[in-house]
């Protein structure tokens, strides 16, 4: 008995990996960053029937969900969780059986930190709006829209139907007091955060006219950039992800056009910033921890030395993904806001202490609320100087 036990221990542990794991099969550094000791807790909100009926289903056609803080009724913050992606019809099938694609295993009560507290101090800006955590459960940013289901050889059904599921979000929080919003900010943090460039200007039209709508990209800006062998991995992974999800068919048709037909060019944040309507800020690390190792290939141990600014071998590698990072960032698009610190990590936004403490300049990244409120003349273009000159980094596990 005591074997069987231990069997079955091992093998739930294995699936679970799997499931979790986002696509390119590494240990993920977009787990959930909202729950804090500090932070509120909020409860879990599934949508009912009228999202099943609608088609507005996870990968494994659960109900999609979100948490909802209530604040002031005509201020809203609707930020995107992130995850990865699942790139072929396996990896989309093991995520189906986890939290990133079903309702069925997502965590409640989480907790919301950062720019989702409702602490003053924490959130100066926002603490008192009405702070919304969308979960995400379709495996392509929210993005697709596939009529018909698709079967795994392991009998698993799966639904593309993101985009549905974001529609579906904005439809239930109007129900209760969005359509009453006269601001509303859009955030996601990773996944979330390309999610938000890809949907500013979908979110815009679901909402009112006259709605100030502003959209927070943390962590979302991937970039198309090579490994040293001369691999493009994260074209690879889009390129994947938009032909099994016919991401061809959602994507901003302009771009798309633009591109002479090249869907997968209008999942890389650099092509579609320039389509993006609302104003946008785009807060990023110049070495993004997630894309160092996920797209230039370079292992954590190998730049730990670094994050500690002690001996840096890889330093010329960096050097080269901040310089890919900065032109990528390049274009001439002056409403556009950034802020690039030179730091290790992989979103900001959602954590207390890299939303306040990280500075360029002497500012923090408090300085969302003065683009959103428009408090300079111009949207501030904050770009950190190279590693190793900022010592007001905080680094994530």
Request: net charge negative.
């Amino acid at each position: 008995w005591f074997l069987s036990a231990l069997a079955m221990t091992l093998l739930w542990m294995m699936v679970s990996l799997f499931s979790f794991a986002p696509a390119l099969s590494v240990p993920s550094l977009d787990a959930n960053p909202l729950d804090e000791d500090t932070a509120q807790h909020v409860q879990i909100t599934y949508l009912g029937n009228m999202a099943q009926s609608s088609g507005a289903v996870c990968l494994d056609g659960s109900v999609p969900a979100y948490h909802l803080l209530p604040g002031a009724s005509n201020s809203w913050h609707i930020s995107l969780e992130g995850g990865g992606w699942c790139d072929s019809v396996v990896s989309c099938a093991n995520r189906a059986k986890g939290h990133w694609g079903s309702s069925i295993y997502m965590q409640s009560p989480t907790g919301f930190g950062g720019s989702l507290s409702n602490d003053a101090s924490v959130n100066p800006n926002f603490f008192n709006w009405t702070q919304v955590f969308v979960r995400y459960c379709d495996g392509a940013s929210f993005t697709a829209d596939v009529e018909e289901p698709l079967v795994s050889s392991s009998g698993q059904v799966l639904y593309f139907r993101g985009k549905r599921i974001l529609r579906a979000v904005i439809d239930d929080l109007r129900s209760k007091g969005l359509s009453n919003a006269t601001q509303v900010l859009l955030s996601g943090c990773s996944a979330g955060g390309l999610s938000t460039i890809l949907h500013c200007n979908d979110v815009q039209s679901l909402l009112d006219p006259g709605v100030t709508l502003k959209c927070l990209s943390d962590a979302g800006f991937f970039i198309n950039t090579s490994d040293p062998g001369g691999h493009y991995l994260m074209s690879k992974l889009y390129k994947d992800v938009v032909s099994l999800h016919k991401l061809e068919n959602t994507l901003d048709q302009s771009c798309i056009g633009d591109s002479n037909g090249d869907a997968t060019k209008c999942f890389f944040p650099e092509i579609m910033k320039a389509y993006v309507k609302p104003p946008l800020f785009l807060l990023n690390a110049a070495y993004d921890s997630w894309q160092l190792e996920h797209g230039l290939n370079l292992s954590r141990d190998s730049y730990n030395s670094c994050i500690s600014y002690s001996s840096c071998p890889p330093v010329e590698l960096l050097q080269g993904f901040r310089a890919s990072m900065l032109d990528a960032l390049s274009g001439g698009w002056s409403s556009l806001a950034l802020y690039i610190n030179a730091c290790f990590t992989h979103c900001q936004a959602t954590w207390d202490a890299t939303w306040n403490i990280p500075k360029i300049n002497g500012k923090a990244t408090q300085s969302v609320g003065d683009w959103y409120f428009e408090r300079t003349a111009q949207p501030e273009q904050a770009i950190d100087c190279a590693y190793p000159c900022n010592p007001t980094c905080i680094q994530q596990a």
